[in-house]
């Protein structure tokens, strides 16, 4: 399955997780600036490769071929260059895809406040999994499912509703900790 070596932490493309709208995209590409990394957003590479929205995907093909598209993407983006990647939402949930984050990426699990989130979620009509749902009630039946991995991250950072810099600088800091403590045993 994976015959990539692991590297150093501290080398490893930094793959943001969490639940849509805690700020992946938007964090992600101002940390990659912070870093001098490149950026890569999981959900636009996947409408790049299939010439489709994530919306068309799930319309007219449907969940299970946005996941099989996701998961060719990840790999494609785990084993290439290191970079900061945001990562769409369910794509930790691939047991393929959390193999090669284990040994290629530095995960960060990007944790919000579920009420924070679903106000922000309800600003676009643009996610397939809340369409015709209650955002908060959406929300915290993927929370139930995903947290549980999410919480395997080599990072935790709680991000607030406050300002973008703020969530990076926490990430910042969390990261050098994190390779720190690495390179220490």
Do not use: C
């Not at 299939?50 to 919306?55: C, E, L, P």
């Not at 598209?69 to 970079?83: D, F, K, S, T, W």
């Not at 945001?86 to 895809?97: D, H, K, Q, S, V």
């Amino acid at each position: 399955m994976n015959d990539v070596a692991p590297i150093p932490a501290s080398r490893r493309t930094i793959a943001l997780v969490g639940l849509m709208g805690v700020g992946k995209s938007t964090v992600g590409r101002r940390l990659a600036r912070r870093l001098h990394l490149p950026f890569a957003d999981g959900d636009i590479e996947i409408e790049a490769a299939a010439g489709m929205t994530v919306s068309e995907i799930f319309a007219e093909l449907g969940e299970p071929e946005f996941r099989a598209g996701e998961a060719r993407v990840m790999r494609r983006l785990l084993e290439g260059e290191r970079r900061v990647l945001a990562t769409g939402g369910g794509a930790i949930l691939n047991p393929e895809t959390r193999a090669l984050m284990k040994s290629r990426a530095t995960t960060v699990w990007m944790r919000a406040d579920l009420a924070v989130v679903a106000q922000r979620v309800q600003r676009r009509d643009t996610r397939p999994l809340l369409r015709g749902r209650d955002p908060l009630e959406a929300l915290e039946a993927m929370a139930a499912v995903r947290y549980p991995i999410y919480a395997t991250a080599d990072v935790t950072v709680d991000v607030a509703s406050g300002a973008h810099a703020d969530s990076v600088e926490a990430i910042v800091a969390a990261l050098e900790a994190f390779w720190s403590q690495d390179q220490a045993s």
